[in-house]
């Protein structure tokens, strides 16, 4: 099993910076990807970045491409999302996931990741 915790949501104006981190414990492997996915009200739950511990090139949805950043500390057990020049279109709950099988091909449907964190809300006001 493993637990997923997020941290460092809130509330920003537009232009301005975030970052978000998640910190994994519990049975990770480096065959693991770990992603992170937004939802806003109403709105199904949409992939933005994703990247593996096996050293891979990350990837990005094209709406936060050039503006976030996704990284991440082995010896943490961490994955950090760096949010630039944010945007009121930015506003979402940011979950965290763990893709078990996402070591060598990347998936953007959530439905193919397997353990969440919890959220952290995200509000860029205009």
């Known amino acids: 099993q493993v637990q997923l915790v997020e941290s460092g949501g809130g509330l920003v104006q537009a232009g301005g910076s975030l970052r978000l981190s998640c910190a994994a414990s519990?049975?990770?492997?480096?065959?693991?990807?770990m992603g992170w996915f937004r939802q806003a009200p109403g709105k199904e739950r949409e992939f933005v970045a994703v990247?593996?511990?096996?050293?891979?090139?990350?990837y990005y949805a094209d709406s936060v491409k050039g503006r976030f950043t996704i990284s991440g500390d082995d010896a943490k057990n961490t994955v950090y999302l760096q949010m630039n020049s944010l945007k009121p279109e930015d506003t979402a709950v940011y979950y965290c996931?763990?893709?078990?099988?996402?070591?060598?091909?990347?998936?953007?449907?959530?439905?193919?990741?397997?353990?969440w964190g919890q959220g952290t809300q995200v509000t860029v006001s205009s």
């Open positions: 519990g049975r990770t492997s480096s065959s693991y990807a």
């Open positions: 996931a763990a893709d078990r099988f996402g070591g060598r091909y990347y998936h953007l449907n959530p439905r193919d990741y397997d353990y």
């Open positions: 990247i593996n511990w096996s050293g891979g090139s990350p």
